[in-house]
Every structure is written in C-alpha cells, then in structure tokens.
C-alpha cells in the first residue's frame, strides 16, 4: 500500500478515536473552534521528504489568540499530557523539523496577512506577520522605496520561520543575519502568553527566540530594520580554477567592504545549462548526474553592488576596484538587473524544476559553519567522499565573520565559511531506498569529520557546527551548543516548561505536568 493512503487512513482513524474521546469525556476545556482533524497529506513531510509522521490535527489560525488559545489548553489539560504543538509556515525544513507527529500543527500562513510601515527615532521598520512571506514584504516595502536590509536566497519562507533559525545569505557578512535586524516581536509561549518583548522589554525571551529553534515561542509579529531600497543591481561571477585563490579574493572582497553581497559556488566543468532566463545567472543546473572529479571542479565568486541613477558612476568606481582585487580571474560575467529580480533570483529556478517535477524531491541537505582554518580540509573531504555520486544541486560555499552567531566556537575563531551542499535526489530515490540512504550515509560521514573536535594544526576533526542540524537526542544537542546549552535549557524551563514546542527538531521530550497549573487558564 502507498505511504500517503496509509498515512490517509491512520489519520482518518486517528480523528475518530480523538473526536470520540474528547466526546465521551467528562472533562470540558477549551479548544480554538477552528481545529481540524482533518488533516492534508501535504502536512505529514516538509520539504525535505525525508522524514514523514502525520498530526492529529491542524490549527488554521485567524488571530494569534487562537495559537494562544490552543497553547493555553495544552498547558492546562490532563488531557494533553503528550500532545505537541509545530508551527508551521510553508515547511521548508528538511529533516522533519516543521512537523509534530500525533501532536497538533499550526498553519502559520492562515494568518491574516500583515504588513505595516512604521516611522520612527529616524529610522523606518516594518511590522511584519509571523505567517507573511519574506516576498510579500519586498513587494510592500518596495512601494514605500524601502526594504529591508538583510535576506535569505529563497524569498517564499516566512518571517516567522527565518527569525526562528537566524536568517543568512549573501548579505550576511555586511548587515548580519536577518536576527540582527529585528527590535521587536510579539511571542505566543509555550504556555500560551501573548508577550510583547525586545532588547528593553522582556528581553530574555526576545534574545531566546531569535534564532531558537521554535522553542521557546512562535513569532506572530516582528518589527523589522528597514533601508532605502536601491533600484538596480551589478551582479557579479568571476570564476576561478583554484579553490585557495577563490577564498584568497572570497575574504579580501568582504574585507574591503565594497560590495552589498557575496556567496561562493563549487561547480563541475560537465554541468549542463539550466533554463535559467538569460538576464539571470543559474545556481541549481543539473538536471542530470554531475560527478564531482577534481580535475572538472571549479569556483565562481558571485557578487552584488546595489546603486541608483545618482550613483551610476561610484558604482562603476566600486566595480573597478572590486574587480581589481579579483585580477587573476580567468572569466568575469556582469548582469545589470533590477534589485526585486536580484533578489527573487531563485523564484524562476524553482519555477522551471517544478515544471520538470525536480522540486517535489527528497532533499538531503547539509548545512555547516566551517572554521577558516579548516576550509580547504573540508573541501578536500567533501570532493573525496562524494567523487563517484551524483551531484543534483547547489553547493554554497562563501565566508562571513562573528556577525553571525555559532553555538560554540572551539577553534577561537572569529571568521567561518558557511557550507551548503543542497542535493535534490532524483525522483525515484525515495524514502528506504539504497539511492536516498546512500546520500544521507555521505552526509553524516562529512558531518561527523567536520563537527569532531581538531585543531588548527590539521589533526582529528575541524570543529565545525551544523547550521539547522539534524540531531537525535538531547545528548547530541548539548555538544551542538556546548557551553550556552545550560542558558538554553533554563529559557526552554521557563517559556515552554512541558515542552510542547518545535518536536521535530527533537530537543527536549514532552514532560507532564505534576499537577494541574491554574496560571494557564480556567478547563
């Protein structure tokens, strides 16, 4: 039988027995009136298509009361005392971190869509929806000639799901992870209290949230740094056939603080062409079997100047001597685009693999921060293990400094690469095939040199850390986050003390409660 109808049918049978119970018991409490046990197929996976499990029921919120509502029933039900509660926004993780099997899972794009500009103390933010798509918010804030200041490649995630795990791009190395660029937020807690808080106000949990994991809280707002939005963009690549020259001029680039953006690709000399448009450059390309071989790999610097029609020719200044820097390159390309197409760079791409049924695919994806030191020992492991396997995807390769924050640097580093090697499998390498436990299998060996402990010196591992790791169990999460982890635990204590929130990242495990609490709410 085909996983979707048994995953139909448990969940048809799983809603009776639920309605039944909740029926035939003599204890009443209060629900949001719009909890549905009928539960769409697209909510038992995420992107990812890798881990499957299927929610008793989805909350398809009109108001953050009702995730209050919900999260206030949980905390205070003895009927509740294994139910687990996911926010979900278009569920773009890809190890089952969006998802809470048996538990409920909150359909964060129900939310009424909200976007405001606000003035003020010179600055100008925008007041943003948890549920709201980063590209909603270009869109609104481009009418105002605004926008904000830093982004994800991918615009069709939602603000709340971005700030819940930091947010990095190509923008990055200059304006900080989108966390950064955040003064405010309302946060329904694990309790179920609707709290306003920022670095004056509550700040724990401000602090907390960002880039928390959906532990602690869901976002149902956020006010969000804004800048003046440039019109046009120079998009850069210089390519390169040397991986040590290609982060030699990665570093004095971002260094030289002249460009806007700046990321790093891996590429292999026999990647056919991609049905990117020709005003755009192809990241994703392969719609075929791509071995990554030595002697075929090579690297391309992308780059971004963003100016207007007043500063054409500083621009071209800024250029030149970008360029300058990067002398030795074999190949420059320049494409002079709009900063809403450079921006939604990725949106034709998945377009065109959707077309081509590429984009509904398991995705084994890796990503890492890769300390300086390490980097060329990383990419010689990574070209080593995958030598004979199929390369279907991006591999991002670019530097950044302490801007973005690592759980725990055991190198006493303060420069990292981040490391992503975003492999779409093809069709038929499904969940239990050889195909797709192959890919994993080369994931977690990589994963496992990198993340082990070494030193600058070129011995044991090279002490990277995982950026929205895969982990089992809490044991692992307390190496992940070393010594910052008992911070984390006391927070997760105090803001979500049964442990309802974020299941699938497979942290903390569901506690009961040892009596009844009163704080939450009348049954």
């Given at each position: 039988?085909h ?62 009361d ?98 819940s ?5 190509g ?12 003064v ?16 004056q ?12 994991l ?10 969000i ?10 998009w ?53 079997c ?28 800024k ?11 074999t ?36 990503n890492?921060f ?24 991006p591999i ?7 801007s ?7 190198a006493?580093?303060?420069?990292f ?52 790791p ?33 299941p699938?990242q ?18």
């Amino acid at each position: 039988m085909h996983l979707p109808l048994i995953l139909e049918l448990s969940t048809a049978l799983l809603s009776i027995l639920l309605v039944f119970f909740f029926r035939s018991s003599n204890i009443f409490f209060k629900l949001p009136a719009n909890l549905s046990f009928q539960v769409p197929v697209n909510l038992t996976s995420d992107y990812g298509r890798i881990i499957h499990g299927s929610p008793a029921a989805v909350l398809k919120p009109s108001s953050p009361d009702d995730i209050s509502l919900l999260l206030k029933s949980i905390y205070s039900s003895p009927l509740h005392n294994d139910v687990t509660v996911a926010a979900r926004g278009t569920g773009h993780s890809t190890h089952g971190q969006a998802l809470a099997p048996g538990g409920f899972v909150i359909d964060m794009r129900s939310l009424p869509l909200s976007i405001t500009i606000v003035d003020g103390d010179g600055t100008s933010y925008v007041d943003a929806g948890g549920g709201a798509l980063w590209i909603d918010v270009l869109n609104e804030t481009l009418r105002h000639g605004l926008s904000p200041r830093s982004w994800t490649d991918y615009l069709y995630l939602t603000v709340g799901g971005t700030l819940s795990v930091g947010g990095i791009s190509g923008q990055t190395f200059k304006q900080g992870p989108q966390i950064s660029n955040v003064v405010e937020m309302d946060v329904v807690t694990g309790k179920g209290e609707i709290v306003q808080c920022s670095e004056q106000e509550n700040s724990d949990l401000f602090h907390g949230v960002l880039g928390g994991l959906g532990q602690l809280g869901i976002i149902t707002r956020a006010r969000i740094k804004l800048r003046p939005a440039p019109p046009m963009v120079a998009w850069i690549r210089v390519k390169h056939h040397d991986f040590d020259q290609f982060t030699r001029h990665g570093e004095l680039v971002v260094n030289s603080g002249e460009v806007d953006y700046l990321e790093g690709f891996i590429k292999f000399g026999d990647a056919p062409q991609s049905h990117q448009p020709k005003n755009a450059f192809s990241r994703f390309g392969a719609e075929r079997c791509v071995k990554p071989r030595q002697p075929t790999a090579y690297y391309l610097l992308e780059m971004a100047i963003y100016y207007d029609d007043d500063d054409v020719s500083d621009a071209a200044k800024k250029r030149a001597k970008v360029l300058a820097r990067v002398s030795s390159m074999t190949s420059v390309e320049i494409l002079e685009v709009s900063y809403l197409d450079f921006l939604n760079r990725v949106r034709e791409e998945e377009l065109s693999l959707r077309r081509m049924g590429l984009w509904d695919v398991p995705h084994p994806w890796m990503n890492l921060f890769v300390p300086r030191s390490q980097i060329r020992r990383f990419h010689d492991l990574f070209l080593r293990t995958m030598s004979d396997s199929c390369v279907n995807g991006p591999i991002i390769i670019w530097n950044l400094n302490t801007s973005i924050v690592v759980p725990q640097d055991e190198a006493g580093e303060d420069v990292f690469y981040v490391v992503s090697v975003l492999r779409a499998a093809p069709p038929t390498c499904t969940v239990g095939s050889s195909c797709l436990d192959g890919l994993m299998q080369q994931n977690e060996q990589m994963i496992r040199m990198a993340t082990a402990r070494g030193s600058s010196h070129g011995g044991g591992g090279m002490g990277a850390k995982q950026y929205m790791p895969y982990l089992q169990c809490e044991e692992e999460w307390r190496e992940h986050f070393g010594q910052k982890w008992k911070r984390f635990e006391e927070l997760k204590s105090k803001f979500d003390p049964l442990n309802v929130l974020a299941p699938g990242q497979r942290i903390f495990k569901r506690r009961k409660p040892l009596k009844a609490s009163a704080e939450a709410g009348e049954l």
